[in-house]
């Protein structure tokens, strides 16, 4: 095993070349007295001495290349005895490709085309080894002055030429960095270089992590660079890495070391290693090595020292290319972290002029890279109200403070967004360079924990009703039970007489008919919720199953004492016969719900129910009440489960649940359901199905069409500021080819009066700014004879009375029926 240091060998090699130098320049300045000394004094005493103990190897040789005479340098510098190169010729030493130039300047010598000689050569030793050699060659004339000898002088420059590419090598390493594109296009232009100071073939570089003890080899797939590792533990490379020194051992001296349990061989043995250790700092980068396979004495030491010279720019050059395509790749994850983040990102120098955004950013506020670079990002996204806290947040950010926020911002078209915002200074060498802002949309969020708020106040609610609904549940069945089991015992006393009998009996069958209807209630809700309801779909007559349900409310009114009620059906095809697809059962399910929550609400006037179409002949059904109306706030809720409507003075019987079933069976049925109310006026239940009336004419019916009336030219104004209302109306008189106008005040229906001419108007009661009644009045002030047909939704008894004093020709109640509003039309028009 041997251990070498550089220092030492470099300094002995350029003494031994400064010698050298010097003794041909005196042998240079000392050519003519050689001359002399050899032919003319018979080779005198001076030249011999100079000649065979010279340091510069020295040869004689004649015109046809024989080797005439060489000084023991010479010998040495070859290899050979002395004896032994008086056998030869200088073309022998020469490599053959170059011996036609050696014979020609050995001609121009002696042919005087040339005085001196001087070039780099490679020769031959007599191990056939190549080295290199700088020539200077002079003619040794005769005493008649021809041309007799040329006089070589070699030095051996191998080495000075080997320092020479080692430093050609150094620098093509250092400037290879800058062009190429990884570490493994780097290593091949190591080993490249490399192979011309020494046998490269099996040259590599293994690079140490630290962290889990492991190296690896860069290498190339598909121009992508990746690594093959092995873990450091034995192996040779650590060996030189725990030793940090270079090491070149033949294949004995690694058995050896395996054998002393310092190295664990894995692979093929080498005959010769070499490894030199890659140093930053003094600590171990990498290891590089060059081994022989055929050959234990393929390196020497000048190998080694050729590595150990190149290994400080090798370690630099692999750990610049490191840290270069660290940053390379920190760069490219940020920059596709930054372009392809869910987030909005802004990034912002000090004074809050945007330096970048990415795609998110553009896609949330609407601005384009270019619209927004340079921009105040507050003057660019910030609300006006809060333009001051975005300016304190940016301050806060500029201070080195992490901004945590969310707030709302501008879009470019206007419009505002809910956004979390944190803001975090970027900092270099403790220095604040810019800010780097993450905006996020929060809306979803928002709108989210609004309806979680709003779920888990009406769960809240829910609760409240479930428990009221259980308390009230409990009240509903212990009522009918209370009675069926009280009039049960009364009947078994013996001394009731048979009047009492009869009565209790009728009690106790109004009390499981009651009991029956809420246990159905309570089954149809469950099913309903759980998906089990089935729909059954069949064409019937809607009118027949009208007035059955019309007998069956007068039955309900009698038993409930309220005969003082009026009740009404509404059919506008009189005595035709309509029919309808649909579920039959739950259709008049839907209609004896609606009733029966109108007959228990309505305590004086009317209950009204039928239906009517529009002009695409869709019907909608009705049930209308003069009962105790409903509040606007609860209109919403009175579809909800448990829900009841309560006044001071009355307490209603009820789970809460009869609406709600009605709802869900109308969706079921594919219409919607709606309610228009006003306390203490009344209500109006419409629903609609999605399927159109059939007619059957009955014998002594008469036909009433729309045909019926054509009013082509003539003008109604409508003053109705309902959209549904009108629309209605828009309907019903549209096939009657008459010119509409609609007003939606009353004070725009008194002015439309004075520019135009109308033929009737259609007045709606309450309207803002000014009434149905005022507006009346002042327009029978200018037009006394314009017929004017009040419209309302509000019943007093005495409501039509004071219409008709206002001015009113007609007064015509909402809903409003489709033929009945056009023969009213009809009459004050003809």
Same mark, same amino acid.
């Given at each position: 095993?041997?251990?070498?240091?550089?220092?030492?060998?470099?300094?002995?090699?350029?003494?031994?070349?400064?010698?050298?130098?010097?003794?041909?320049?005196?042998?240079?300045?000392?050519?003519?007295?050689?001359?002399?000394?050899?032919?003319?004094?018979?080779?005198?005493?001076?030249?011999?001495?100079?000649?065979?103990?010279?340091?510069?190897?020295?040869?004689?040789?004649?015109?046809?290349?024989?080797?005439?005479?060489?000084?023991?340098?010479?010998?040495?510098?070859?290899?050979?005895?002395?004896?032994?190169?008086?056998?030869?010729?200088?073309?022998?030493?020469?490599?053959?490709?170059?011996?036609?130039?050696?014979?020609?300047?050995?001609?121009?010598?002696?042919?005087?085309?040339?005085?001196?000689?001087?070039?780099?050569?490679?020769?031959?030793?007599?191990?056939?080894?190549?080295?290199?050699?700088?020539?200077?060659?002079?003619?040794?004339?005769?005493?008649?002055?021809?041309?007799?000898?040329?006089?070589?002088?070699?030095?051996?420059?191998?080495?000075?030429?080997?320092?020479?590419?080692?430093?050609?090598?150094?620098?093509?390493?250092?400037?290879?960095?800058?062009?190429?594109?990884?570490?493994?296009?780097?290593?091949?232009?190591?080993?490249?270089?490399?192979?011309?100071?020494?046998?490269?073939?099996?040259?590599?570089?293994?690079?140490?992590?630290?962290?889990?003890?492991?190296?690896?080899?860069?290498?190339?797939?598909?121009?992508?660079?990746?690594?093959?590792?092995?873990?450091?533990?034995?192996?040779?490379?650590?060996?030189?890495?725990?030793?940090?020194?270079?090491?070149?051992?033949?294949?004995?001296?690694?058995?050896?070391?395996?054998?002393?349990?310092?190295?664990?061989?894995?692979?093929?043995?080498?005959?010769?290693?070499?490894?030199?250790?890659?140093?930053?700092?003094?600590?171990?980068?990498?290891?590089?090595?060059?081994?022989?396979?055929?050959?234990?004495?393929?390196?020497?030491?000048?190998?080694?020292?050729?590595?150990?010279?190149?290994?400080?720019?090798?370690?630099?050059?692999?750990?610049?290319?490191?840290?270069?395509?660290?940053?390379?790749?920190?760069?490219?994850?940020?920059?596709?972290?930054?372009?392809?983040?869910?987030?909005?990102?802004?990034?912002?120098?000090?004074?809050?002029?945007?330096?970048?955004?990415?795609?998110?950013?553009?896609?949330?506020?609407?601005?384009?890279?270019?619209?927004?670079?340079?921009?105040?990002?507050?003057?660019?996204?910030?609300?006006?109200?809060?333009?001051?806290?975005?300016?304190?947040?940016?301050?806060?950010?500029?201070?080195?403070?992490?901004?945590?926020?969310?707030?709302?911002?501008?879009?470019?078209?206007?419009?505002?967004?809910?956004?979390?915002?944190?803001?975090?200074?970027?900092?270099?060498?403790?220095?604040?360079?810019?800010?780097?802002?993450?905006?996020?949309?929060?809306?979803?969020?928002?709108?989210?924990?609004?309806?979680?708020?709003?779920?888990?106040?009406?769960?809240?609610?829910?609760?409240?009703?479930?428990?009221?609904?259980?308390?009230?549940?409990?009240?509903?069945?212990?009522?009918?039970?209370?009675?069926?089991?009280?009039?049960?015992?009364?009947?078994?006393?013996?001394?009731?007489?048979?009047?009492?009998?009869?009565?209790?009996?009728?009690?106790?069958?109004?009390?499981?008919?009651?009991?029956?209807?809420?246990?159905?209630?309570?089954?149809?809700?469950?099913?309903?919720?759980?998906?089990?309801?089935?729909?059954?779909?069949?064409?019937?007559?809607?009118?027949?199953?009208?007035?059955?349900?019309?007998?069956?409310?007068?039955?309900?009114?009698?038993?409930?004492?309220?005969?003082?009620?009026?009740?009404?059906?509404?059919?506008?095809?009189?005595?035709? &016969?309509?029919? +309808?697809?649909?579920?039959?059962?739950?259709? $008049?399910?839907? %209609?004896? @719900?609606?009733? /029966?929550?109108?007959? =228990?609400?309505?305590?004086?006037?009317?209950?009204?129910?039928?239906?009517?179409?529009?002009?695409?002949?869709?019907?909608?059904?009705?049930?209308?009440?003069?009962?105790?109306?409903?509040?606007?706030?609860?209109?919403?809720?009175?579809?909800?489960?448990?829900?009841?409507?309560?006044?001071?003075?009355?307490?209603?019987?009820?789970?809460?649940?009869?609406?709600?079933?009605?709802?869900?069976?109308?969706?079921?049925?594919?219409?919607?359901?709606?309610?228009?109310?006003?306390?203490? &006026?009344?209500? +109006?239940?419409?629903?609609?199905?999605?399927? $159109?009336?059939? %007619?059957? @004419?009955?014998? /002594?019916?008469?036909? =009433?069409?729309?045909?019926?009336?054509?009013?082509?030219?003539?003008?109604?104004?409508?003053?109705?500021?309902?959209?549904?209302?009108?629309?209605?109306?828009?309907?019903?008189?549209?096939?009657?080819?008459?010119?509409?106008?609609?007003?939606?005040?009353?004070?725009?229906?008194?002015?439309?009066?004075?520019?135009?001419?109308?033929?009737?108007?259609?007045?709606?009661?309450?309207?803002?700014?000014?009434?149905?009644?005022?507006?009346?009045?002042?327009?029978?002030?200018?037009?006394?004879?314009?017929? +004017?047909?009040?419209?309302?939704?509000?019943?007093?008894?005495?409501?039509?009375?004071?219409?008709?004093?206002?001015?009113?020709?007609?007064?015509?109640?909402?809903?409003?029926?489709?033929?009945?509003?056009?023969?009213?039309?009809?009459?004050?028009?003809?």
């Amino acid at each position: 095993m041997r251990n070498f240091k550089i220092d030492q060998t470099k300094t002995g090699l350029k003494k031994e070349i400064e010698e050298l130098r010097s003794e041909i320049e005196f042998l240079k300045s000392n050519k003519k007295s050689l001359q002399t000394d050899l032919y003319i004094n018979g080779g005198g005493e001076l030249f011999h001495s100079i000649f065979e103990e010279s340091g510069i190897g020295m040869a004689l040789i004649d015109s046809d290349a024989n080797i005439i005479s060489t000084n023991k340098s010479f010998s040495n510098l070859f290899g050979y005895e002395k004896g032994e190169l008086k056998s030869l010729t200088y073309l022998d030493l020469i490599p053959e490709e170059k011996r036609p130039n050696a014979l020609h300047f050995i001609k121009a010598l002696f042919s005087s085309e040339l005085s001196k000689y001087q070039a780099e050569h490679r020769y031959i030793k007599k191990d056939q080894s190549i080295f290199c050699l700088k020539l200077t060659a002079t003619v040794i004339n005769d005493e008649n002055g021809n041309p007799k000898y040329i006089l070589g002088m070699g030095e051996d420059i191998t080495e000075f030429k080997r320092q020479e590419k080692i430093r050609d090598v150094v620098n093509n390493i250092s400037s290879a960095v800058n062009y190429t594109e990884n570490l493994n296009d780097l290593i091949h232009i190591i080993k490249s270089n490399l192979k011309t100071i020494i046998d490269a073939e099996h040259f590599y570089i293994t690079l140490y992590n630290e962290i889990d003890n492991n190296f690896s080899v860069p290498y190339t797939v598909n121009n992508k660079e990746t690594f093959k590792t092995f873990p450091a533990e034995k192996s040779l490379v650590d060996y030189v890495r725990r030793n940090k020194e270079s090491s070149i051992l033949n294949y004995k001296e690694i058995l050896e070391l395996q054998a002393e349990k310092e190295i664990f061989i894995a692979g093929k043995l080498s005959k010769q290693w070499i490894g030199v250790p890659l140093l930053i700092e003094d600590r171990v980068i990498g290891i590089m090595g060059v081994q022989s396979f055929d050959n234990e004495s393929a390196f020497d030491i000048n190998d080694l020292t050729a590595l150990q010279i190149l290994s400080n720019q090798i370690s630099t050059s692999i750990q610049k290319m490191r840290s270069e395509n660290a940053l390379q790749i920190e760069k490219a994850y940020f920059k596709e972290l930054f372009d392809n983040s869910p987030e909005a990102i802004a990034i912002v120098n000090n004074s809050s002029e945007i330096i970048n955004i990415n795609s998110e950013f553009s896609r949330l506020f609407g601005y384009s890279k270019e619209e927004a670079l340079n921009r105040s990002i507050e003057d660019l996204i910030s609300i006006p109200s809060l333009k001051q806290e975005a300016l304190n947040l940016t301050k806060e950010i500029a201070k080195g403070q992490i901004v945590k926020a969310e707030t709302k911002r501008r879009k470019k078209d206007g419009t505002t967004v809910n956004v979390s915002l944190w803001g975090t200074p970027v900092v270099i060498n403790e220095g604040q360079l810019a800010i780097y802002a993450i905006f996020r949309d929060i809306t979803d969020k928002i709108e989210s924990e609004q309806k979680l708020k709003e779920a888990k106040e009406k769960a809240e609610e829910s609760d409240k009703l479930k428990t009221a609904f259980l308390t009230n549940m409990s009240h509903e069945v212990r009522t009918p039970l209370n009675a069926i089991v009280g009039f049960s015992d009364l009947l078994a006393d013996p001394n009731t007489d048979i009047a009492s009998r009869n009565e209790f009996v009728k009690q106790i069958n109004l009390s499981s008919d009651m009991l029956i209807k809420l246990m159905d209630n309570i089954i149809d809700i469950s099913q309903i919720d759980a998906g089990e309801l089935k729909i059954s779909n069949r064409r019937f007559n809607v009118s027949s199953l009208l007035s059955e349900l019309y007998e069956k409310i007068q039955d309900e009114k009698s038993k409930e004492l309220k005969d003082h009620i009026e009740i009404l059906l509404h059919n506008p095809f009189g005595d035709h &016969i309509a029919f +309808i697809n649909s579920d039959e059962i739950r259709f $008049k399910q839907i %209609l004896e @719900q609606l009733l /029966s929550n109108a007959l =228990k609400y309505t305590h004086k006037g009317f209950i009204e129910f039928g239906f009517d179409i529009d002009q695409f002949e869709n019907p909608t059904f009705y049930v209308r009440d003069t009962g105790i109306g409903i509040a606007d706030d609860k209109k919403r809720q009175i579809f909800d489960h448990f829900t009841k409507i309560e006044d001071r003075s009355n307490l209603y019987r009820g789970t809460g649940i009869g609406l709600t079933i009605t709802q869900k069976l109308v969706n079921l049925l594919g219409g919607k359901i709606w309610i228009e109310s006003h306390p203490g &006026i009344g209500s +109006i239940f419409y629903f609609s199905l999605p399927n $159109k009336i059939e %007619l059957l @004419q009955s014998k /002594s019916a008469t036909t =009433k069409s729309f045909s019926n009336y054509n009013w082509n030219g003539k003008s109604i104004l409508i003053a109705e500021d309902e959209d549904s209302n009108y629309e209605v109306l828009k309907a019903t008189l549209s096939r009657t080819y008459a010119d509409l106008t609609r007003v939606k005040q009353g004070d725009e229906a008194i002015e439309h009066c004075k520019n135009n001419n109308y033929d009737i108007i259609l007045m709606d009661i309450r309207m803002p700014v000014m009434d149905g009644i005022n507006a009346t009045i002042e327009i029978k002030k200018i037009k006394p004879s314009l017929p +004017i047909i009040a419209q309302t939704a509000y019943v007093h008894k005495d409501e039509r009375d004071t219409c008709l004093k206002s001015g009113f020709d007609e007064y015509i109640p909402k809903p409003i029926k489709s033929f009945v509003l056009l023969d009213m039309i009809s009459k004050l028009i003809s």
